[in-house]
């Protein structure tokens, strides 16, 4: 079982830049950043295989988020630069257990919830106009 922990959320305004930051408690493969606005799904963000080798974005954030690890600390990061309000959410840190959830973003066209196994608290990114 693999704990992750995000934090770096907080209350921006448009156009300003956080970091958030998810550690694992373990050794991860594919891990990603999903968000959850009051009212809609769960939406895959950015996601990165261990060997960083694969990358994926979803189109709303793409140039705008960097998503990065150190797997020495089993560590993600998301860089969101140019924050806009619909970018306000609930953040959560996600890893999957069989490795696969990078390249099946790949192939999918988006970052599905189901292929994730292990999922952090959340953490909150306002971001007012």
């Known amino acids: 079982q693999v704990q992750l922990v995000e934090s770096g959320g907080g209350s921006v305004q448009a156009g300003g830049s956080l970091r958030l930051s998810c550690a694992a408690s373990g050794y991860t493969y594919c891990m990603a950043w999903f968000r959850q606005a009051p009212g809609k799904e769960r939406e895959g963000v950015a996601a990165m295989n261990r060997g960083r080798t694969i990358t994926y974005y979803t189109d709303s954030v793409e140039g705008r988020f960097t998503i990065s690890r150190d797997n020495a600390k089993n560590t993600v990061y998301l860089q969101m630069n140019s924050l806009k309000p619909e970018d306000n959410a609930m953040y959560y840190c996600?890893?999957?257990?069989?490795?696969?959830?990078?390249?099946?973003?790949?192939?999918?066209?988006?970052?599905?919830?189901?292929?994730?196994?292990?999922w952090g608290q959340g953490t909150q990114v306002t971001v007012s106009s």
């Open positions: 996600a890893a999957d257990r069989a490795g696969r959830a990078c390249s099946n973003a790949v192939l999918a066209g988006t970052i599905r919830v189901t292929d994730f196994d292990y």
